[in-house]
């Protein structure tokens, strides 16, 4: 199943890519590893953050803050 686009927030400012200026992007969790965590084969237990993938440009942006919020976007 193809990905669909999303607008995201934070609070009430709306996310636009720092390359293009697009407003839709694809969402998809990112692990942070860390080399001491993989040495150990612990990178399961690293903490995710919500990757932004612009639509557009391709682009990627990286959040941990748990108050982005996204909503489908038209395709």
Avoid at 20 to 43: I, K, Y
């Amino acid at each position: 199943m193809a990905a669909k686009p999303v607008h995201a927030q934070l609070g009430s400012m709306w996310i636009r890519c720092h390359v293009c200026g697009g407003d839709r992007f694809r969402e998809r969790e990112v692990l942070l590893n860390s080399s001491g965590m993989e040495l150990f084969n612990l990178a399961w237990a690293n903490e995710a953050a919500t990757g932004l993938i612009c639509w557009t440009c391709g682009y990627v942006h990286m959040f941990v803050n748990p108050n982005l919020q996204t909503t489908r976007a038209q395709a």
